[in-house]
């Protein structure tokens, strides 16, 4: 038995197991769609986690590719009348050959300029959705159909809530067995020393872009299916500050901790919910736990928690 | 000619503001190597400081200064209670945790100033000057002049002072500097508090022309940051030609090509820009040491 339940398996287990018994803690739609939204918002930090935490990349421009996803479905199905889904598949296509368009040359870049990179292209992409009134309907965003398979339409927040369920699980177990695989120990190895990386005979140029890639499609995906859900999709999706929003999720959470990055979306939707009591000091609030948090925990909350847990039993 | 002429004038005057903030990033970024996010909110909280102190009563000028000593006190403060504390954390923590200073900024003022646009009076008058066809705001002058000033003062202060010189020391070599007895804290906290009044100064000049409100900040950081890097980090020059730079393409790009894009072309100059020579314009020829 030991040799079936590895860490992996046991916690693909413990997360399914989770994901089943939640519903019946929630007690009203309100924290089903919190629910629903933190999962939707943990499937972009599990990608995200992939390029930050195990591959060392930072990406200050994802919510353009999850805003990409967004207006791709809400396009593709609502002028061009596509099936949801299709539009879906044809908006992570479009996103994965966009970023692996622009991943090498970005990715050559290190630190400070990686990130204003990223951070450019993505406040571009959203320039480009806030301007182009044709088609995106600009600043006050547009509808977006609902799913439906011939006369069966998806809707309410238990349907959704099991869709985002299964995706999350489906998207957290790729991304574990992207780690395991040899491409995942190849990215430890360029997040380590990229030299030492390329003279064990790793590409590092095609292992960041490939990461790039992968972790583009899980924003563009989780775009989708929130413009799905929501039935409607603004470009602010798309802003500088709804990407700032994904990477303090993945960094809270704990950089190269696919858990981490579930909990940290979970703590950072949830939050402002809690402090909407705050009213007016919301974002003060916000803001003051945020960097509280980063000088107490620079490793992030999972982490340090692992940490403290196995310190306390030796 | 005129209009180009006319396009050139707000492109220098917006240029200034740009280099002014590039150079706080600058002066941060030598001294610490941290980039600080929450650059913008200094030039938010230079200006609306100086339209609550106004509003208080105080004329113009004691406004504007008490305006610049509080956004000095509040870049102490970043240094002291929020980068210091986290030495030695990753590049990604420290960006967000100014991240979330930026965001606790804006909150601040948003509680103090509301949600509303508030408006500077202009320094001298609002009569535009006509130079060969084109206006030019008594205000732009104001800007671009105390711009001028500011980098004369700043030559003065890196080559003259002691405190200007131990500041160039702790970015040549933070051990060195330290081993020479400068107090490295000490220099950290004074390119904080010089950066917050530089930003505090942009935002009390610009504020008349473009209005001020509690989320002005992000996208002038933004930019800010932008002009920093085409010049090439860590530069002072090339803070000031990588300001002006972005400031003329943005106001040539507004009139000539589209006036909905005018914000995205600054962004698109960094992409340009690093992908070409991603030292920038002024940037060290960077070697790396495995």
Known sequence: MAGFWTARRAGLAALALAIAVLPLLLPNKFYFNMAILIGLNAIVCVGLNLLIGYAGQISLGHAAFFGLGAYASAVFSAKLGWHPLISMAAGAVMVSLLAFAVARPILKLKGHYLAMATLGLGIIISIVLNRELDVTGGPDGMPVPRIRFGDVRVRGEHTWYWIVGVALWLSVWLSLNLIESPIGRALRAVHGSEVAASTLGIDVARAKSFVFVVSAAYASIAGSLTAHYLEFVTPSEAGFLRSVEFVTMVVLGGMASTYGAVIGAAILTALPQALAAFHDYEHLVFGAILMATMILMPKGLVPTLVERFRGSKS | ?290
């Open chain 2, 1 to 290: 000619m005129a209009q180009l002429l006319q396009f050139l004038f707000s492109g220098v005057t917006v240029g200034a503001i740009y280099a002014l903030v590039a150079l706080g990033f600058a002066l941060i970024y030598n001294a610490s190597h941290v980039i600080n996010f929450a650059q913008g909110e200094f030039v938010m909280l230079g200006g609306l400081a100086t339209v609550g102190f106004v509003a208080a009563g105080l004329p113009l000028a004691p406004a504007a200064l008490l305006a610049i000593l509080l956004t000095i006190l509040v870049g102490f403060a970043l240094q002291k209670f929020a980068v210091e504390p986290a030495r030695g954390a990753s590049v990604v923590s420290i960006i967000i945790i100014t991240i979330g200073a930026s965001i606790f900024f804006r909150g601040g003022a948003q509680v103090i100033w509301g949600k509303d646009f508030h408006r500077l009076p202009a320094f001298t008058g609002e009569d535009p000057i006509l130079i060969g066809g084109a206006a030019l705001l008594p205000q732009s002058l104001w800007v671009i002049g105390v711009s001028a000033v500011v980098v004369v003062a700043l030559r003065w202060f890196f080559g003259s002072t002691l405190a200007g010189k131990a500041m160039l020391a702790v970015s040549h070599n933070r051990l060195a500097a330290e081993l020479c007895g400068i107090s490295v804290n000490r220099v950290l906290l004074l390119s904080f508090g010089l950066s917050g009044g530089l930003g505090a100064l942009a935002g009390i000049l610009i504020a008349p022309i473009t209005l001020t409100s509690y989320q002005v900040g992000t996208m002038l950081g933004l930019k800010g940051f932008c002009a920093a890097i085409v010049g090439g980090l860590g530069s002072g020059p090339g803070a000031i030609v990588g300001g002006l730079v972005l400031g003329i393409a943005e106001a040539m790009a507004a009139g000539y090509i589209s006036s909905a894009y005018k914000d995205a072309v600054a962004f698109v100059a960094i992409l340009v820009v690093l992908v070409v020579m991603p030292g920038g314009i002024f940037g060290k020829k960077g070697t790396e040491r495995v």
